[in-house]
Structure formats: C-alpha cells, structure tokens
Nanobody, 126 residues
Framework: QVQLVESGGGLVQAGGSLRLSCVAS????????MGWFRQAPGKEREFVASISWRGGGTQYVDSVRGRFTISRDNAKNTVLLQMNSLKPEDTAVYYC???????????????????WGQGTQVTVSP
C-alpha cells in the first residue's frame, strides 16, 4: 500500500518562502518519479513540478520556473518542493503524487500518477 504524506504548508506573505515535504512509504521510493500538483479554489488541478526516478531530470510549469525547486532524498523516502518568491496566485492545496510504473523520467500529467497525498494548504497573502 503506497502512502504519501505531505507537510510544510502554511500562511506566508508575498515574497516569502515555504518548503513542502512528502514522505512516501509502501515500496522502494528510489525507483519512481515523483510530482507536485496544486489546486486553487474553483480551478482544476495543475501540474507544478516533477522529478525523474534518478533525480537528474526535473520539469516545472512555466509560472513557477526559477522560483520553485523540486528535489528528492531517497535515503529518507522524501520529495521536497522549495518555494521562493511566493505570489498570491500560488495559493492552493498542494498535492504530492507518485506513479505506478517505475523507472520513468519526469511526468507532467495528472493521469500519469496513481497515488496521491491528502494535500497541504499554501496561502500567500498580498
């Protein structure tokens, strides 16, 4: 049973930073690409960032590129999302996601992921 647990969300002023963590359990973490998505009120879930199973490949949505950094620590079964220069439009529930298939590069569509965390709220005030 794969489980993903996010943490690190909160309330921050525009221009501030947050670091989201997602701890995975239930299988060998290092074999799988990982992703972060977000969903703002009244909007569809949006891809934010992904990292390949080896960790050498990353991909970001244009709106966060240069501000957010995804990374992984396989020894701790953890994927991180460092978010800097936050903007009010970054306000959303952020979800960690994992695919069923191992050994893949970055995955940018929600349909490529079969396992999801419960989400963590990020609120950026003006």
């Amino acid at each position: 049973q794969v489980q993903l647990v996010e943490s690190g969300g909160g309330l921050v002023q525009a221009g501030g930073s947050l670091r989201l963590s997602c701890v995975a359990s239930g299988r060998t973490f290092g074999f799988y690409a990982m992703g972060w998505f977000r969903q703002a009120p009244g909007k569809e879930r949006e891809f934010v960032a992904s990292i390949s199973w080896r960790g050498g490949g990353t991909q970001y949505v244009d709106s966060v590129r240069g501000r957010f950094t995804i990374s992984r620590d396989n020894a701790k079964n953890t994927v991180l999302l460092q978010m800097n220069s936050l903007k009010p439009e970054d306000t959303a529930v952020y979800y960690c996601a994992a695919p069923e298939a191992p050994y893949t590069s970055v995955l940018t569509t929600a349909g490529a992921y079969q396992y999801w965390g419960q989400g963590t709220q990020v609120t950026v005030s003006p």
